[in-house]
C-alpha cells in the first residue's frame, strides 16, 4: 500500500519538531511521500494526485491538530493519526524545551516512529484501515438564558432529528448532539439495534431513554451496523458528560455518504437549527 505523511509544521514549539522528526524518519523507512502542509493549504491542487492515490498518515504535535484539520479539508483516505504531545506527556525522560530537538526527543522521535513503521508495515492492502477517532478539539457555543449548547466546528455532520455522524474513510459513528441531551436530561438506557442491520438514512438506530422521554436515533448516513457501544450500554450517563466522544451510540459502515450529506447540516447550518428550536416555547 502506497502512503503519503502530513505532519504538523509547528516550528515554534517542540511538539513541532518531534512531529517533524518522527515524518521524516517514517517517509525514510516506507518510502512514503511528504507532504507539505503550507503548500497544501495554499495549492490544495498540487497534491490530488497524491492523496488520491495514497493512503495517508497525520501527524499532529499539539492538541490543536493543525495537521488534522487540514487533512479534513480533502478528499484523503486517511489511515491512521498520531499525535506526539500524547506521549511527551507520557514519556519517561524528559523532552528538551527547545527547539532543536536534544537526545530525549531524538530518542522519543524515533520510538513512535518505529511503531508507526512496525503497524504500517503489518498492515496489507487488503486490510481495513485502522480508523482514529479524535474528540473534537474546537466548538461553536448557541447560548439560550442560561443554558449553553456546543457544537464541534468541524468533522461531525446533523441531520434536524438532532443526531451527529462523524465519518474516516467508510467508517461512521453516530450519536446525540448537545442540545438534545440536555433536553433530555439523565439518561438512563440504551437500546441498540442489532448488529449487522442495514439501515437507510432516517431509520431508526435504536433509542435512548431518561425520565423525561424516549428518545429515538435517527440515523443521518445509510450503511450496516458495525458496532454499538457498550460502554454506553453499560453507562448511559457517557451520552449526557461526553456525547461527542466516549458517548457516541453506533458505528456504521457507509454505503452512499456523497448522496446521504446533501441532506446533513454542518455545525454552523446546524448551530441555527439548535438557536430556533431553543427559543421555541
Request: aromatic share 6%; glycine share 6%.
Amino acid at each position: 500500500m502506497k502512503r503519503a505523511i502530513l505532519s504538523c509544521a509547528g516550528l515554534d514549539r517542540p511538539e513541532g519538531a518531534l512531529a517533524r522528526e518522527v515524518a521524516l524518519l517514517g517517509a525514510e523507512a516506507t518510502g512514503s511521500e511528504i507532504i507539505c502542509p503550507v503548500l497544501l493549504n495554499r495549492s490544495p491542487a498540487r497534491y490530488r494526485k497524491e492523496l488520491s492515490e495514497n493512503a495517508l498518515i497525520v501527524i499532529d504535535g499539539c492538541a490543536t491538530r493543525c495537521a488534522s484539520k487540514l487533512a479534513a479539508q480533502t478528499q484523503a483516505k486517511i489511515e491512521r493519526k498520531v499525535l506526539v504531545y500524547n506521549d511527551m506527556k507520557t514519556s519517561a525522560l524528559p523532552i528538551e524545551p527547545s527547539l532543536r530537538l536534544g537526545p530525549n526527543g531524538l530518542a522519543l522521535a524515533q520510538a513512535i516512529a518505529d511503531r508507526l513503521i512496525k503497524d504500517m508495515n503489518s498492515q496489507s492492502a487488503e486490510a481495513e484501515p485502522v480508523v482514529s477517532w479524535d474528540a473534537p478539539a474546537e466548538f461553536l457555543t448557541v447560548t439560550h438564558d442560561k443554558f449553553e449548547f456546543r457544537i464541534p466546528a468541524a468533522d461531525y455532520l446533523f441531520n434536524e432529528n438532532d443526531c451527529w455522524v462523524r465519518t474516516v474513510n467508510r467508517a461512521a459513528r453516530i450519536g446525540i448532539s448537545d442540545y438534545m441531551q440536555q433536553r433530555l436530561t439523565d439518561i438512563g438506557f440504551f437500546t441498540p439495534p442489532e448488529t449487522g442491520a442495514e439501515v437507510e438514512q432516517f431509520g431508526e438506530l435504536g433509542s435512548v431513554e431518561s425520565a423525561k422521554a424516549i428518545f429515538e436515533i435517527i440515523s443521518p448516513v445509510s450503511g450496516t451496523v458495525t458496532a454499538v457501544n457498550r460502554a454506553v450500554v453499560d453507562n448511559p450517563g457517557l451520552v449526557n458528560s461526553d456525547p461527542y466522544g466516549a458517548g457516541w451510540l453506533v458505528q456504521v459502515k457507509l454505503e452512499s455518504l456523497e448522496q446521504d450529506q446533501e441532506l446533513l447540516l454542518d455545525g454552523a447550518a446546524y448551530s441555527k437549527t439548535v438557536k430556533r428550536k431553543a427559543a421555541e416555547p
